[in-house]
């Protein structure tokens, strides 16, 4: 992983969103956004990981990755992606198709490394300032109960390869917060916004907000929390595919 954690200054200009997994869905994501009046010349959206993968659109991430409006935190599948793209990977394909990937096995090797060098400049953690305070974005959750102590040992050269990896595959694995509700909050922050587990409605524990309400699912939407207010707003997927029914029945009317 090139880098660990990125940072952001406060935006003064327009609004801050952070979305949950994403999943090869931008054509639904990009629907759901006009719901909530994005504009890309002031608004920024940051994601909590998980880009591609399962979904139809996962070619389609370089496109957005060259938006300077749009960032992302590494998930799990955005690292299966880079680890498909090294010629040195050990990876197993029938496990790789099932989690969603045969997008890119059926790419050429110089496709592959394409995306996977895309996905490699992902950071592990995002910290995103705002007038409150510091806000984290992680794609699972925090493997410590201070951000600073996490940030710090992720980005000290004298932290063992062993411990990044462990605080790395927490990062983008764990589930333990949701599945025993944990509601202690990570210090250093006033909040800590997390992808990953497939959840109905938003769900806060402590001051940690789980996002991730299947937009990439049919029956799922995309959740967009503000960061400014820490509000949540979820777009379902119906409201955003019969938007889209519409407006392709207006583009298709005969004139009269």
């Known amino acids: 992983?090139?880098?660990?954690?990125?940072?952001?200054?406060?935006?003064?200009?327009?609004?801050?969103?952070?979305?949950?997994?994403?999943?090869?869905?931008?054509?639904?994501?990009?629907?759901?956004?006009?719901?909530?009046?994005?504009?890309?010349?002031?608004?920024?959206?940051?994601?909590?990981?998980?880009?591609?993968?399962?979904?139809?659109?996962?070619?389609?991430?370089?496109?957005?990755?060259?938006?300077?409006?749009?960032?992302?935190?590494?998930?799990?599948?955005?690292?299966?992606?880079?680890?498909?793209?090294?010629?040195?990977?050990?990876?197993?394909?029938?496990?790789?198709?099932?989690?969603?990937?045969?997008?890119?096995?059926?790419?050429?090797?110089?496709?592959?490394?394409?995306?996977?060098?895309?996905?490699?400049?992902?950071?592990?953690?995002?910290?995103?300032?705002?007038?409150?305070?510091?806000?984290?974005?992680?794609?699972a959750d925090c493997p410590m109960g201070d951000w600073g102590v996490f940030v710090a040992a992720m980005e000290d050269p004298s932290t063992t390869r062993h411990l990044q990896k462990d605080m790395t595959e927490f990062a983008m694995w764990s589930r333990d917060r949701i599945k025993s509700g944990d509601s202690s909050a990570v210090e250093g922050l006033v909040a800590l916004v997390v992808g990953h587990s497939t959840i109905v409605r938003p769900v806060v524990l402590g001051n940690v907000h789980f996002i991730d309400t299947g937009g990439w699912r049919e029956d799922g939407g995309f959740t967009f929390l503000e960061v400014g207010t820490l509000s949540a707003q979820t777009i379902d997927n119906t409201l955003a595919d019969l938007d889209a029914m519409d407006a392709t029945q207006r583009e298709t009317e005969p004139l009269h």
């Open 1 to 139: 992983m090139k880098h660990q954690i990125h940072r952001y200054p406060q935006n003064t200009t327009g609004r801050d969103f952070v979305v949950g997994d994403i999943h090869g869905h931008f054509s639904r994501l990009r629907r759901a956004m006009e719901f909530i009046g994005f504009d890309p010349s002031r608004d920024r959206l940051f994601c909590a990981g998980d880009l591609v993968d399962r979904g139809p659109e996962s070619h389609d991430v370089l496109n957005w990755l060259a938006q300077p409006w749009f960032k992302s935190v590494r998930g799990n599948h955005d690292h299966s992606a880079v680890r498909w793209g090294n010629p040195d990977n050990a990876m197993d394909v029938s496990l790789y198709a099932q989690n969603g990937g045969a997008w890119n096995i059926g790419n050429t090797q110089p496709e592959r490394l394409r995306f996977s060098d895309a996905l490699d400049e992902l950071p592990l953690a995002i910290e995103l300032q705002t007038a409150a305070g510091p806000v984290g974005i992680i794609h």
